[in-house]
């Protein structure tokens, strides 16, 4: 077998060290630092915050690293459209883990909301006129 058919693995001797796990980058950490000082703001100024995962230099392993460390909490949203979107809030109340996927159920998006409530769960207006015409008819029917 030639040499340079042989994979080669780059190990960082310093996080080995330390004991953390293979393939973590080092920003989940930091982003767990970020995500503190959004619930901070949120406490504040009531300022909702999104931060794209997608966007950031994060592997797999800080993926899991993050989502295993935020934990998960005790409400939970799945919603339907063009593709299942979960909101799932962590143990931090106030810190949501947003995911997106498409008809296929690939995930095209995923964020970490810090926010009192997401944005996608509220009802918009129209929708509840709708709503309401719908109760206007159920009582309409009781007479």
């Known amino acids: 077998m030639p040499l340079d058919a042989i994979p080669i693995v780059v190990i960082n001797a310093a996080a080995k060290q330390s004991g953390d796990e293979a ?31 997608r966007a950031l230099p994060l592997t797999p392993a800080d993926l899991d ?28 109340p106030g810190v949501w883990w947003v995911t997106h996927r498409n008809e296929t159920g690939a995930v095209v998006s ?10 996608l769960l509220k009802a918009h207006p129209d929708d509840v006129q709708t709503g309401l015409e719908h109760l206007d008819l159920l009582i309409s029917d009781l007479s």
């Open 110 to 119: 995923e964020f970490i909301e810090v926010t009192y409530f997401p944005e």
């Open 23 to 53: 393939g973590l980058s080092g920003n989940a950490p930091v982003l767990l630092r970020e995500i503190a000082e959004l619930a901070r703001r949120l406490l504040a100024s009531g300022e909702s915050s999104a931060i794209d995962l």
């Open 65 to 92: 690293w993050l989502r295993e460390t935020l934990g998960q909490g005790q409400v939970a949203a799945t919603l339907e459209a063009e593709g299942e979107s979960t909101l799932s809030e962590t143990v931090c």
